[in-house]
């Protein structure tokens, strides 16, 4: 599995932008310490699952 986003460095990030792309679709985890999400909780420090069903604001 790759590095946790929360390891990204800032040429990591310019260099991997369709990787990032890829990661980030359709998240399904967020991460509770610095709530970046991804779709793969091997990509976050922290994962939790992301709650599917919102309610109404």
């Known amino acids: ?5 929360c390891k990204w460095k ?3 990030i310019e260099k991997s932008l ?3 792309a890829h ?4 998240p399904r985890f ?3 310490d610095c709530a970046r999400s ?3 909780k091997g990509f976050l420090c922290k ?4 709650p599917l069903n919102h309610p109404p604001s």
């Open 38 to 40: 991804a779709h793969d």
């Open 23 to 26: 990661i980030v679709d359709k």
């Open 18 to 20: 369709h990787e990032l």
């Open 30 to 32: 967020i991460c509770k």
């Open 10 to 12: 800032k040429k990591d």
């Open 47 to 50: 994962a939790i699952t992301l």
């Open 1 to 5: 599995m790759a590095k946790a986003l």
